[in-house]
């Protein structure tokens, strides 16, 4: 109640709620600036864990691309006798189709496959020298390509049915060293891409954990200031509020940061050392993946942030202080 004039007032319960809302951010702020040393801690601490989990997104993006590029270059030729009619091959072609990870079929007539042949082997006379002496000897072939390798049982047991087999006129290029090649780049992209997916979570965790106890100090440090205000009757949400607040002004300085970081080392990178690539890592595709996703990233990262903050800030106050959350 407000007197005015020697009439009492009621105060409107809207305007109630965002005074104390409005005192709830200021402390939180206040707070901020008032432990400063401690604030730069946690931030520097959640800097390092969005940068992590940046990178980590990044280079499995990356990594996904090369992956992609290499897994693009994997085909099975299945190479065809030479009376086989152009109405069967088409049979052939339309039942690879219809199988479920063919992703296309490419018919190479013989003209092309030495064509071809001539072209990977410019560099070695003799041995266009020895073919160009006879009549063309390489089969017509049937190119497939599969959605994806890590899949390709499939296809293998339809090429090894006895109608299809019927009509090879040699093994299929899925045999011998080159089954061991698309069988290890296969077994070496399940791995990498669930190591990838471990590595972000087991980052993510340990560093949720750095910055829930670093919260918890700043509660601790605080405990007797926070027990006053309790015996006082102030609510749990009027006590626990500056510590979201706080921690969400941490979270959004801290995705800032890691951003600027981030873009800072793709620079410095592709430009002052003139890197296009680190191992599997293309910086060049990283760089540009960057670029294009920047606003997606800078969002990203700011609810990461916030929601790290503001999650562990609950957390801890809610197990420091054991509140009960008021019915």
């Known amino acids: 109640m407000a007197k005015r004039r020697g009439v009492l007032?009621?105060?409107?319960?809207g305007n109630h709620f965002l005074i104390t809302q409005w005192r709830i951010v200021k402390t939180g702020l206040q707070n901020f600036a008032r432990n400063l040393t401690l604030a730069i801690a946690a931030i520097a601490v959640m800097v390092i864990t969005l940068t992590i989990i940046l990178f980590s997104l990044i280079t499995s993006a990356t990594f996904n691309n090369t992956v992609q590029q290499i897994t693009d270059k994997i085909d099975i030729?299945?190479?065809?006798?030479?009376?086989v009619g152009a109405q069967k091959r088409e049979e052939v072609i339309d039942q690879f189709k219809a199988l479920e990870n063919v992703k296309s079929v490419e018919f190479v007539s013989k003209d092309q496959a030495l064509e071809d042949y001539k072209k990977a082997n410019q560099d070695k006379p003799d041995l266009l020298a020895a073919i160009s002496?006879?009549?063309n000897p390489l089969p017509a072939s049937l190119r497939v390509k599969p959605k994806d390798p890590n899949k390709i049982e499939e296809i293998r047991t339809f090429i090894e049915s006895p109608d299809i087999k019927a009509l090879q006129s040699d093994a299929t290029s899925y045999s011998g060293e080159r089954k061991d090649a698309i069988d290890n780049i296969t077994s070496a992209?399940?791995?990498?891409?669930?190591?990838?997916?471990?590595?972000?979570?087991?980052?993510?965790?340990?560093?949720?954990?750095?910055?829930?106890?670093?919260i918890r100090m700043a509660i601790f440090n605080r405990r007797d200031e926070l027990q006053i205000m309790r015996l006082l009757g102030a609510s749990t949400w009027f006590i626990r509020g500056p510590f979201v607040v706080e921690t969400v002004v941490y979270g959004v300085i801290a995705s800032i940061l890691s951003v600027t970081i981030c873009h800072f080392l793709f620079v410095v990178s592709s430009s002052t050392l003139g890197a296009s690539s680190f191992g599997l890592l293309d910086i060049n595709f990283a760089s540009k993946y960057f670029s294009d996703n920047f606003l997606l990233i800078l969002t990203g990262q700011l609810v990461i942030g916030i929601l790290i903050g503001a999650v562990s800030s609950v957390i801890a106050t809610q197990r420091y202080l054991k509140f009960k959350t008021p019915k």
């Open 9 to 13: 007032v009621a105060k409107a319960p």
């Open 77 to 83: 030729s299945v190479y065809l006798k030479d009376d």
């Open 133 to 135: 002496q006879t009549d």
């Open 189 to 214: 992209t399940r791995f990498f891409q669930t190591a990838g997916l471990v590595g972000v979570a087991v980052f993510a965790i340990v560093s949720m954990l750095i910055i829930f106890n670093t």
